[in-house]
């Protein structure tokens, strides 16, 4: 079918309507090649986690550049990615109740390599009945809760949990997953390396029990944007599934980098554009980019036309957003005029939008579906 948004390419980016995702495809290209290369170098491999992004397009672009495979955080994710005819899918989310098990185990026909996690003995009975029944195994990494208290299993519960992964039957053990996502945003480098090193060290402990005794078990899966470079030196890590690095955000801009320094590892490839709608009101401006296209999480959006860069952006209800100026002596932008932000937190804001709009030198080259939007069964 005719995607009437291809029609805009060549288009200038400030051009196109608002508010609208923009990705930047050097800045991308960029960032990809900048953690792959790190990976590499450290003898690690990377399944990059395709929530952050929700576009196959762009997972694709990361096997293309070395990835292993692709994370998605729910099985209605990885069905998205399997229709894509991606591979090496690993479900990251712990999968519960008999309808979702069934329909995560119907995706083995199509993606026998599809790899998932457990962290309750009640899955594991649900998922190897299901298995039993269709004859068929599913290769399974235990969860290990290293702080944050949302999923997984604590460490000195691993052994009975890989007890009963073990004498399922149709349930591979291929190893541990540990992501401290508790860690990924502590603002200063130092602090955010020692609690990286505790909470991957707990894992690394249960990893190399299991290995030492199972042959199957490969796998260590962990890590995220804001401590990859930390957990390269992991001995016992395998296998990084950092996902923000791709695109960035505010929240992540915000931390302070491996040389101590402001400057972040990654670009920010993705933005928004958003259009002066109504002002000057005294000091501030009314921009068309609201809740419902900004996620208010994480980091303030981030202005990045140099000379309004002090402006101050506040959501301002569903539709709308302010920019202050915080003294007479800045300057505030006109009516009609585009501004670009980077968002505050780029998961869930993808989320808000059908397409992102690739740019390279300020103009239009493609436009990718953000096929995974919406997908959070
Ligand atoms: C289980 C899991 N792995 C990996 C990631 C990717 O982390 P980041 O976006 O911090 O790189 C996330 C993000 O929330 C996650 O939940």
């Known amino acids: 079918m005719r995607d009437p948004t291809k029609e805009l390419i060549g288009r200038k980016k400030l051009e196109l309507d608002t508010p609208c995702l923009v990705v930047d495809l050097d800045l991308l290209d960029e960032n990809l090649q900048k953690m792959q290369a790190w990976v590499k170098a450290a003898g690690k491999a990377l399944r990059p986690h395709a929530k952050t992004h929700k576009c196959s397009t762009l997972a694709k672009m990361q096997v293309a550049n070395g990835a292993i495979g692709i994370c998605a955080a729910k099985v209605s994710e990885a069905e998205a990615l399997i229709n894509a005819g991606m591979s090496g899918v690993l479900i990251t989310g712990p999968v519960a109740g008999r309808e979702k098990i069934n329909r995560m185990v119907s995706l083995l026909e199509r993606a026998p390599f599809l790899m998932a996690v457990v962290d309750h003995p009640a899955t594991i009975a649900l998922l190897q009945g299901r298995l039993a029944e269709n004859g068929r195994q599913l290769d ?18 691993a052994a009975d949990l890989a007890e009963a992964i073990l004498s399922s039957g149709n349930l591979r053990l291929r190893g541990v997953q540990a992501y401290a996502g508790h860690v990924q945003h502590i603002p200063r480098y130092e602090d955010r390396k020692a609690a990286s090193r505790e909470a991957l060290g707990k894992a690394a402990a249960v990893f190399k029990q299991m290995r030492q005794r199972v042959e199957s078990c490969t ?3 962990a890590s995220g944007t804001g401590t990859a470079r930390i957990d390269l030196s992991s001995p016992e890590l395998t296998e990084l599934q950092a996902g923000s690095y791709a695109l960035m955000d505010a929240e992540y801009l915000a931390i302070e980098s491996a040389d101590g320094s402001d400057a972040a590892d990654y670009h920010p490839a993705l933005t928004m554009l958003t259009t002066v709608v109504s002002g000057p009101h005294g000091r501030q401006v009314t921009v068309d980019a609201g809740l419902k296209a900004l996620y208010r999480d994480g980091g303030r959006p981030r202005v990045l036309n140099p000379e309004y860069g002090k402006l101050q952006y506040d959501w301002f209800g569903d539709e709308y957003g302010k920019l202050s100026a915080p003294n007479r002596a800045t300057l505030l932008p006109e009516l009609g005029m585009v501004l670009e932000m980077v968002v505050s937190h780029c998961d869930p804001t993808v989320n808000l939008f059908d397409r992102l709009h690739i740019t390279r030198a300020g103009k239009l080259v493609d436009v990718w579906p953000i096929d995974l939007r919406g997908r959070c069964q």
Not at 148 to 157: I, L
């Open 140 to 157: 399974v990494l235990l969860d290990l809760d290293v702080g944050q208290r949302r999923t997984g299993v604590p460490p000195a519960r």
């Open 219 to 221: 796998v260590f899966s």
